[in-house]
């Protein structure tokens, strides 16, 4: 009798919480109102005769830096398997193009890019960790996607890698386009654009296939490594960094298919635009100083000597963007002097010296035929 | 009743110790209620800070995987529901299984542990102390990495004789393809069950006139498989048609697939718990007394007579209740699945929340489901714990 009653009780107790968790119109109410829509903060040069009256800052604005600059670090969700974007090495310090944007953000908020403390968040982990703040932003080969926009409650702040999905395959096999894989069984990780392109892809080819899902890239890769899967599928940046660590590198090819496209970025929360801003124009920094070519060696006589208007506004000789960013007026110095340009970044990583070289390609300034194109610095 | 008695009536409230029980009880739950409120309200806060709102009508969106291992009907263009009772089923299956064959080993090793050989006492100890000292995850990536994916690949399968197929893409058996018999034989298969559930009774309901035991479950079965048997014959065409695997391509076409995945999670569940059940058989047999046995011996009954009238159904009342708990346990542990890429209720759902970005909605729906598992164990629980009240008197 009384264990029945005890069992009856928890039972309602849970009802009651799910119906409260579907019916409670608070959440939903103040969701409407919550101004979480792109406000554009807009600053306008006013005369100093005639201030008018500020824009007010919506809810959540300027959170996230005050409470990083209290901390006195960045909280940065990074991968930890992938050599040349996200790798933690065997002296637990962290490496790639991921992590140095992550430097590169704390330089512009501190003036020290080694303020930064690295977390690593695998593809499913990653959204969880940055909607509940675990993060500050999220730089893990990460693709921009609608429902990732939208529902995953983040924004893209720009794109920094451009890439696309590719295949690989043992050299052994034979295969060179998808039908070859007809039949066969493909290994892919859980909680990517890549499970997802890969059942579009396969379906709209009419190829029938087996996917083995795994949970991270490293049991995804054994799995693969151990010939549990014909091929494994993922960004192609991924199968070039993560080929480099199998037993037999020259035994395995990607093939020549790109089967969707991957721009991959940093992603920070919604609802606070500064915070949004910084880390967008981060990566403006980076690119425009590979433009200007301003690198961590000349930085300082560039500042001295700027060849442009421009470049004195960058580097905070003329006008106050840092302060209109929240941020000190020499942030994009302190970027440039201590992570370098977004070139300096991507050879350090990824350049032809790397055992992770990946041409530039698309990812060359628009000046090189690339796609990198930064907006003007005023 | 109670009310009369003039002496509680004199108690005042405040020392009355039932109403006393009911306060404590109620700000108990008020408490919990507070806590559960204010727990529920910052969520949905932050939630609203980030415009995302909670609510279930995201489960009819198209899921855009795919699912290798599905019990039911499964595409890219399913939806996110569907993709979750794939998961659910799949998560039954392997429970189901690894709950058969741990039955079937524990019960061994229980016996086992009494053996009067020493040797067999011995290694039956050794193997529940080595499961003890074991770490479930860690045993599960041994059978998945270290013995089914170690399997020869496709083209050098091995194979078994009954054209058994071994390779890392999992165990292939011929498997039954049905003709257009099969549904009359299902009608044939139904009526065996019930005749033989027929037969069963009605021996029951002698065996308790007359005293005498008859063999219940044999002639049941007896009954049973001799019917479905003359269905078989009687058909102009055989129901099921064998179908034999073959390799075909990169593949193993034909016969019924048992992944790697299956298999390491089905194996590592089935030995690991085996042990733990082990135990309890051990337990259960032991608690009958000696006597028991002794008088059974007395009054004449032989062996097997005596393991099967006197101590088993002793036995089985101590056994019963952690039994089910060890059932539970299985049920519970299976979601290690993810851990070597078997599709189960956890893994799926944790890729729906990743892809839908739900992750309020589709934990509490996990724990909701494992919650109705324990909440449906119990009542079970409960329900045999007053059978067997009754049966004692
Ligand atoms: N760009 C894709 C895929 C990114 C991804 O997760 N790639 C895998 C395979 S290279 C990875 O980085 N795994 C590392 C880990 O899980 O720790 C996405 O954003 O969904």
Known sequence: ?378 | MATTNPQTAKIPVWRDERILKWIAQIAFTVTIIFFAELIFSNMAEGLSQQGTKLGFSFLQGAAGFDIAETLIEFSRSSTYWQAFLVGLYNTLLVSIVGIIFSTILGVILGVARLSTNLLVRWLSAAYLELMRNLSLLVFLIFWYLGVFLKLPRVKEAIIWPGEIYLSNRGIVFPWGLPTETASTYRTILLVAVLAAAGVGFVLHQRGKRTGKSPLTLLWSFGVFALIALAGWFFLPTAPYMLEFPYVDGLRIAGGKTFTPEFMALASGLTLYTAAFIGEVVRAGIQAVSRGQVEAARAIGLNGFQTLRLVIFPQALQVIVPPLTSQYLNLTKNSSLAIAVGYADLFYVSNTILNQSGRAVEMITLVMLTYLTFSLLTSLFMNWYNQRILLVER
């Open chain 1, 1 to 378: 009798m009384n264990r029945k009653t005890t069992t009856l009780f928890a039972l309602m107790v849970v009802i009651a919480l799910v119906l409260g968790a579907c019916g409670s119109p608070t959440p939903a109410d103040s969701g409407d109102t919550a101004p979480i829509v792109e406000t554009v903060v807009v600053t306008v040069e006013v005369p100093a005769a005639a201030p008018a009256p500020l824009p007010v800052p919506p809810a959540g604005y300027g959170v996230t830096l005050a409470t990083v600059l209290e901390r006195g670090v960045l909280i940065c969700g990074v991968n930890s398997q992938v050599p040349g974007f996200g790798y933690i090495g065997a002296d637990g310090s962290f490496s790639g193009f991921d992590v140095d944007y992550c430097r590169a953000l704390a330089a512009a908020i501190f003036g020290d890019s080694t303020k930064v403390e690295f977390r690593a968040v695998t593809a499913a982990e990653r959204f969880t960790a940055l909607q509940s703040g675990e993060i500050d932003v999220l730089s893990r080969n990460t693709t921009w996607s609608t429902v990732r926009d939208t529902e995953l409650g983040g924004n893209f702040v720009h794109t920094t890698f451009y890439d696309g999905q590719g295949m690989m395959v043992p050299t052994s096999l034979g295969a060179t386009t998808l039908a070859d894989l007809e039949g066969g069984t493909i290994c892919v990780q859980t909680g990517t654009t890549t499970e997802l392109n890969l059942a579009d892809v396969m379906a709209a080819e009419g190829i029938s296939y087996t996917p083995a899902v795994f949970e991270d890239a490293d049991s995804t890769f054994a799995a693969y490594a151990e010939g549990r899967c014909d091929a494994v599928t993922t960004d192609k940046s991924g199968l070039i960094s993560r080929r480099t660590v199998l037993a037999n590198p020259a035994e395995h090819v990607i093939m020549d298919v790109t089967m969707s496209k991957e721009p991959l970025g940093p992603m920070v929360r919604h609802g606070d635009d500064q915070w949004f801003d910084i880390a967008q124009w981060t990566v403006f920094a980076l690119i425009s100083a590979e433009e200007f070519g301003i690198t961590s060696a000349n930085v300082a006589d560039a500042k001295a000597a700027p060849a442009s208007p421009e470049v004195s506004r960058l580097l905070g000789n003329e006008g106050d963007l840092g302060l209109k960013l929240g941020l000190s007026n020499d942030w994009a110095y302190n970027i440039i002097a201590q992570v370098g340009n977004y070139a300096e970044v991507y050879n350090r990583n990824l350049g032809p010296d790397t055992p992770t070289y990946i041409p530039r390609g698309l990812n060359s300034l628009y000046t090189d035929g690339g796609l990198l194109y930064a907006p003007p610095f005023r």
